[in-house]
Nanobody, 121 residues
Framework: VQLQASGGGLVQAGDSPRLSCAVS????????VGWFRQAPGKEREFVSA????????DFADSVKGRFTMSRDATKNTLSLQMNNLKPEDTAVYYC???????????????WGKGTQVTVSS
């Protein structure tokens, strides 16, 4: 499975950019998909996930109410709409495929290379 994210860059606080990720290989509809991020000096953290059907989404508390997520089975893509960005949202964002949870650990089996999002105040 290969993933290619796009849409990152330098934005202003309060902006609402959208990240997209194209997935190739594997069977897209068989996997839950999502996003993680890693800020400078911090551990990689879960941001959001969406079920195989697209009917269920989950978000980290830090982005809940500001970020939304969708998937398009016809194009094998997933998107992350980020609204009202804050400087603390600055991070490398990774799209992922085949998300899983064991206890309180969330992770994924396939990862894109990441796209940088920098939020200036």
């Amino acid at each position: 499975v290969q993933l290619q994210a796009s849409g990152g860059g330098l934005v202003q606080a309060g902006d609402s950019p959208r990240l997209s990720c194209a997935v190739s290989g594997g069977t897209f509809s068989s996997y839950s998909v999502g996003w993680f991020r890693q800020a400078p000096g911090k551990e990689r953290e879960f941001v959001s996930a969406i079920s195989r059907s697209g009917g269920s989404t989950d978000f980290a508390d830090s982005v809940k109410g500001r970020f939304t997520m969708s998937r398009d089975a016809t194009k094998n893509t997933l998107s992350l709409q980020m609204n009202n960005l804050k400087p603390e949202d600055t991070a490398v964002y990774y799209c992922v495929v085949d998300c899983w949870t064991i206890g309180n650990k969330r992770w994924a089996n396939y990862w894109g290379k990441g796209t940088q999002v920098t939020v200036s105040s």
